[in-house]
């Protein structure tokens, strides 16, 4: 059900971290940020049996050239990490609803964690091209953990927040919110993609008040709506839940509950 796309590149970022770019010979589909690739890890010979969804961090201008941010935790993919380039890798998508640009008004406050932070660039990207101006709060686990700072700070104002302090504010994003730049910087709107703790701190402080889009992060089988191995309690409907990789991954704040 995918398409073979071919490894161009591939770069380590940081701890267990890599980048790599796919290309695509096809490139009609669009990509929206907030989207992501469900990747069979390996050649379709040694491949592992699952696919992963890995988040779409960049694509080029012509939509070819499509950027994958990744941790390593798992036989499939340290596998994806030591493909050679050349190699062609079975890829479904994009796949997935991504963020609503829309609502962004004129000052977009967006969070990342972790693997949570690589659709952050592509977000802050096309918001920048819409005339909005954004602000990046990022979190990493130390100073190991870090990457990619440097190219958010082309987008906009970058706070960092590291768990040991080793880099930026000590602690986690939610630290954040009380530094100079954060008071300077009242949003619109706000983004947010990482893990659960950080999302419940996004709902909680913006929700009630702003245009809030969480894209959440969740272990997934099909990618495709067929297995509910991904779901989440509708806030709204409590007899209903939200297939995270289909009618997600980016869900409004308000209509989930964390
Ligand atoms: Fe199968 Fe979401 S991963 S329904």
Same mark, same amino acid.
Request: glycine share 12%; charged share 20%.
């Given at each position: ?34 989207? @992501? ?32 941010? @990744?941790?390593?935790? $798992? ?8 493909? *050679? ?25 967006? @969070? ?26 990022? $979190? ?44 300077? @910087?009242? *949003? ?71």
């Amino acid at each position: 059900m995918g398409q073979l796309m071919r490894l161009e590149s591939r770069e380590q970022i940081a701890a267990g971290v890599w980048a790599i770019v796919v290309r695509r010979d096809d490139p009609t589909a669009p990509v929206a940020a907030g989207q @992501f690739l469900n990747v069979l890890c390996g050649t379709r010979v040694t491949s592992m049996v699952l696919r992963r969804p890995l988040s779409i961090a960049d694509v080029s201008d012509d939509g070819r050239l499509i950027t994958l941010i @990744f941790r390593v935790v $798992g036989a499939g993919t340290t596998v994806l990490s030591e493909l *050679p380039v050349g190699a062609e890798i079975d890829c479904a998508g994009p796949l997935g609803h991504g963020f609503d640009l829309t609502t962004a008004g004129h000052r977009a406050l967006l @969070f990342g964690g972790g693997v949570g932070v690589p659709p952050m660039y592509l977000l802050g990207r096309r918001l920048v091209e819409r005339g909005v101006q954004v602000q990046f709060r990022l $979190g990493f686990r130390d100073a190991a953990d870090v990457f990619w700072t440097d190219r958010f700070a082309h987008l906009g104002e970058v706070l960092v927040s590291t768990d040991d302090g080793s880099v930026g504010t000590r602690g986690t994003v939610a630290d954040l919110q009380g530094t100079d730049q954060a008071r300077q @910087f009242p *949003p619109d709107a706000v983004y947010a993609c990482g893990p659960i703790p950080m999302l419940r701190h996004v709902q909680q402080s913006f929700a009630a008040d702003l245009p809030t889009q969480l894209s959440l992060e969740e272990r997934m089988a099909c990618g495709v709506g067929a297995c509910y191995a991904c779901v989440i309690p509708d806030a709204e409907h409590t007899d209903h839940q939200w297939r995270i990789c289909y009618d997600g991954p980016v869900l409004d704040a308000g209509k989930v509950i964390l």
